[in-house]
């Protein structure tokens, strides 16, 4: 089992430009996360994806767009890319409801908007 | 708003000691918690959970738990320079997602 994967590891972005970030899990996981860390601000909650067909918004969702496109994949979108974007994005996954709620995480993906 | 707040540190111990982290959460319907491990430029990584009152050991780790007290925290008896990271304390306040602290940073001095 590769876990969670994220594509890209590295991205540089200009201001406006726009991306998606991939994240794929193979564990039959139903709930899906991403999240962005900054320095000194702790791991923040962009968005979130109960189980298939479902997405509602965390902490921090302004500027952001998600899809859950089946039960593996769960992306995230910038449409218009702004240096507060800079960040690493971590994806999780987790199957909550079925005893057990722990979070695996993704490799990351360093985002740098110029 | 439910918050889980912990020393950010650095928290230096020596070689051989042991390391106490602290965590306090403010929503007293939390049933479950966890500690993470962080290297720095890596994901975070799972090291303990616990759901219920007292002591959890797994190795040299131990997490304790007292939800009258809303206060979880996480021991790592004889300190390596290995050990030294980020740890994430995580609660999970129910049908919602995790809420995580900002972290602990934990230096082992050789």
């Known amino acids: 089992n590769a876990g969670v994967t994220q594509t890209p590891k590295f991205q540089v972005l200009k201001t406006g430009q726009s991306m998606t970030l991939q994240c794929a899990q193979d564990?039959?996981?139903?709930?899906m996360y991403w999240y962005r860390q900054d320095p000194g601000m702790g791991l923040r909650l962009i968005y979130y994806?109960?189980?298939?067909?479902?997405?509602d918004k965390g902490e921090v969702p302004n500027g952001y767009n998600v899809s859950r496109l089946n039960k593996r994949e769960f992306s995230l979108r910038l449409e218009s890319a702004a240096p507060s974007q800079t960040s690493v994005y971590f994806c999780?996954?987790?199957?909550?409801?079925?005893?057990?709620?722990?979070?695996?995480f993704g490799p990351g993906t360093r985002l740098t908007v110029l | 708003q439910k918050e889980v707040e912990q020393n950010s540190g650095p928290l230096s111990v020596p070689e051989g000691a042991i390391a106490s982290l602290n965590c306090t959460y403010s929503d007293r319907v939390s049933q479950s918690f966890f500690w993470y491990r962080q290297y720095s430029g890596k994901s975070p990584e799972l090291i303990m959970s616990i759901y219920s009152n007292g002591d959890k050991e797994d190795g040299r780790f131990t997490a304790q738990l007292n939800k009258a007290s809303q206060y979880v925290s996480l021991l790592i008896r004889d300190s390596q320079p290995s050990d030294s990271a980020t740890y994430l304390c995580a609660v999970n306040p129910g049908n919602t997602p995790l809420v995580f602290g900002k972290g602990t940073r934990l230096s082992v001095i050789a």
């Open positions: 994806s109960a189980s298939e067909g479902t997405t």
């Open positions: 999780a996954s987790t199957d909550r409801g079925r005893g057990t709620d722990t979070q695996y």
């Open positions: 564990m039959n996981h139903n709930s």
